[in-house]
């Protein structure tokens, strides 16, 4: 059994993350109160109904008073409304952490209204699904995920060192490194991969000479591998895509690029070229699935062999 | 059980395909005589201790010879070779059908040398996964899945029906259409897909601010969806670029087209747009899971709640 880490926590946007972390707390006794805000009338009740905290109120200022620590679950364009919103009601001492895919962007958007003895310490979840609300979430999701922290220079160590064990408890590994690096990091592995995604089904579902009908029925060959990432949640990926735009746009330029060189090759019959690369990214694959970091099965696991 | 649908069938290539339909073959009793062809001596030799087939041959021009049923299971671009070896072994009335992703191409290279009284029905089934070679195949690969005949327009009705008793016994759905509009079909579904994932990968690769060990450690946040096609047989996919040039250039013009779109709203900040897009991508994955295209379970079921 793990100890209470928190007095009380509360937790501000309950969706997959939100919830996920908020059952977790529940499961582990990590916290003696957990206060539960969302913006959401309707997520409220939903996150009543389950029973994910002790209570729960419309007002994140509200829900911030006594918490020894705030975990921000929100969309990065929302983070700046929800900082000024609790600014002045934080606990002296008070650790507020968020779960933002943009660290950067949410750094600009809180830290100048965080109150002198508070420890903002940003976050951010390797986690997730592509399901989105309060009833995707489950116990677990972090078991075995990377957690990023980009703390500010003047970080108090202690702090950092409460959150830190906090998120070990939920099964994560954490890393620290600089925002800025971060961002790149990530619009590499996962914004580009989301907008690509997004692109290709947009690009499927718009042709004139192929129906929609043709193209769900027969997507199991490969298409249906990206409608995952793509039916993630609009506003979260709408979020990221404007709070990241430098690092996405520099990704995406990359992207471009290789692309014209293996149009050009498939124009010019270049064989050589394609299994240069083709050979190259099976590679890619292995060293993941080395790492521990996907399923070694064929298919996802998808499809199993008759015994 | 089901009845023996053919005396003698030759399996000309014992990838993962051919080595799937070998062991449905001998699962279903399908056949009393199956004969494995494959110019690679070590392929053929793991095949013989797999126990894949009745007997083995190096030269397909053997293995043809009072075959009932021939199915040729190489990448496309072996297919005339295939096709001028065979052509005189050929038993009349035989039945010569491939399994080629790209099937103008095909009958273009096979079609020229078939002898009159053999039938050949160009197919495709949509089925396999990114894993190669004859210990990648497993029984009941086909069940649930389509696959696609394009036969040419003189086809004998009979044959036409006995070749999809055969893929119908594997449990497959099949279905028919035109040659260039399975091109068509295949380059949006398949081979667009494919490329994207091939080309994705290789700039993560390729970049120098992110490094290749942080892009492995951190890609379960998306990135990993499409390492998984882009570990796919490098030979196959080559042969498929070259031969479904023009639809794959068609989709290429258009995905880059899109993604220029959603590259300047990014750039302008144009969230609308964006959420436009997003919210429509959901729908598509939705229509793909009610189809039973796909499982419907988070994360392609990679990752379980806790019980």
């Keep these: 059994m793990t100890a209470v880490l928190f007095d009380r926590i509360a937790l501000i946007g309950i969706g997959l993350i939100g919830s996920s972390i908020a059952r977790d707390i529940r ?36 829900a911030v008073e006594g918490a020894d620590l705030v975990v921000v679950s929100v969309p990065v364009g929302a983070s700046e409304a929800v900082a000024q919103e609790i600014a002045s009601r934080l606990k002296p001492g008070a650790i507020v952490t968020d779960v933002g ?6 750094i600009a958007q809180m830290a100048p209204h965080m109150p002198d003895g508070v420890h903002f310490i940003p976050g951010h979840p390797l986690a997730g699904t592509e399901k989105s609300g309060p009833d995707a979430g489950f116990a677990g999701l972090f078991k075995g995920r990377w957690c990023i922290f980009t703390p500010l220079p003047d970080t108090d160590p202690e702090a950092l060192a409460r959150l830190r064990n906090f998120w070990e408890a939920l099964g994560s590994r954490v890393d620290e490194m600089d925002a800025v690096h971060h ?32 193209v769900i029925k027969y997507s199991a060959s490969g298409f249906r591998d990206f409608t ?29 690029e290789d692309l014209a060189y293996l149009q050009r090759a498939i124009r010019w019959g270049e064989g050589d070229k394609l299994m240069e690369l083709f050979t190259r990214t099976r590679a890619v694959r292995r060293s993941i699935i080395e790492a521990g970091q996907d399923v070694d099965v064929p298919d996802f696991g998808r499809q199993r062999p008759d015994a």
């Design 228 to 256: 995952r990432l793509a039916a993630s949640d609009p506003t979260m990926w709408r979020d990221v895509c404007l709070h990241n735009k430098d690092a996405i746009l520099e990704m995406l330029a990359r992207f471009s």
């Design 27 to 62: 499961k582990l006794g990590l916290a003696k109160h957990v206060v539960i805000s969302t913006r959401s009338a309707e997520t409220l009740k939903r996150a009543e109904e389950l029973d994910l905290g002790s209570s729960y109120t419309g007002s994140a200022a509200e």
């Design 183 to 214: 961002d790149k990091v990530l619009a590499i592995v996962s914004h580009l991969p989301h907008i690509i995604a997004y692109n290709i089904v947009g690009t499927a579902d718009d042709l004139e000479t192929v129906t929609e009908s043709e």
């Design 101 to 106: 895919s943009t660290k950067a962007s949410v």
